[in-house]
């Protein structure tokens, strides 16, 4: 399953980074961020992909977790991204969620895995694309 996994994202990676190139030119640059409250102040949140669906922008981001000590009180975390993008409604994809509550103002979809999205995906454009 891993490695099905790592080739899912490795041939997405490739599919994206090509039209990168192609959307800088035609759309201006614009700021997209996702907030999270978090448990604790040991997680972090990260941008993954952009991808322009029908007339939204789906972004996926994944959610971690810091090795060691954190302080145990509800915080924010947070991540943004200036990319060429269309002026459209932004909806949140977010991966590696472990808690069951969510904040009062959360407006985010929380997913097991980014490959239950593929097929919708797909019929989008991608617009960024996180290098590792």
Known sequence: MKKVWLVMMLLSAMACMGMQENSA???SVQKISVTVDVPDS??????L??????EELWVFSDMYRLEGKSSQVISKAEDQVEIPAPPLPIVHFIT???WG???KKDSNR????RLEMDDKISQGECLYHKGK
């Open 42 to 47: 040991g997680w972090r949140v990260r941008i």
């Open 101 to 103: 509550w969510t904040g």
């Open 110 to 113: 929380y997913i097991r895995s």
């Open 25 to 27: 030119s035609r759309f």
């Open 96 to 98: 590696g969620k472990t």
């Open 49 to 54: 992909e952009v991808h322009r669906v029908k």
